[in-house]
């Protein structure tokens, strides 16, 4: 990978362009321990050791940020009114400008995939490749064994839309039931209007796995933490049609 110093420098936060080149011609910046001033020199980040005032510096493409998203915050880059899941990162992170792939609604929580990689969100979204996401609901209503089935044949939304086939898993039965729903699409609130065209209300909706990856059970609500290169791995691979 190479690429201009000034390009390099901007991009992990050192300012912007003209910043970096005032950077640049005060010294503070070397390569292998070689002062360089031209903003347009070329440089190796996964070769080359870039110091700024001796400290050096990490360069990386692409960002993976698995974040724990609370209810009240919405899945966007920026809104006037609301809280978004970008303002709940660090500088260090937002320099990247990673954007949630796929939206959670704002009451929704749980696991919101956060990155600047186009293709891989694009791949993760695209209704051709299905990747399932799991979620764990809590209904107003008792969850029947025929709700199950019909779930499993697709359920007729009240814009007339049947839906996919979905996975649902009953974990508790009664006045209050608590479930796990498979999906492999991603309509507008549609666990929400699914539950509502069988009579029953969600009251609680966490999302805890998207394709392979699994909420991270140590995150407190709005915590994130970088995903590991075996679990971006995992997520690149993840374009096999569900069996759902």
Known sequence: ????????????GFGSRKEVKALLKSGAVKIEGQIVKDSGKHVNPKEQIVTVHGEP????????LMLNKPPG?????????????????????????PFPVGRLDKDTEGLLLLTNDGQLSHQLLSPKKHVPKTYFAVIEGEVTNEDVVQFKEGVVLEDGYKTLPADLVILK??????????ITEGKFHQ?????EAVGKRVVYLQ????GPLSLDETLELGEYRELTEEEVDLLKNANVKSDL
């Open 173 to 182: 039965q009664g006045i209050s039931s608590d479930i796990e729903i498979t």
């Open 1 to 12: 990978m190479i690429m201009r110093i000034d390009k390099m420098l901007s991009t992990i």
């Open 191 to 195: 666990v929400k209007r699914m539950f």
């Open 207 to 210: 999302r805890i796995k998207m």
């Open 57 to 64: 510096v990490v360069y990386k493409e692409f960002i993976y």
């Open 73 to 97: 915050v919405i899945s966007a880059t920026e809104d006037s009114m609301h809280q978004t899941v970008i303002d709940l990162l660090v500088m260090e992170d937002a320099i990247y400008e």
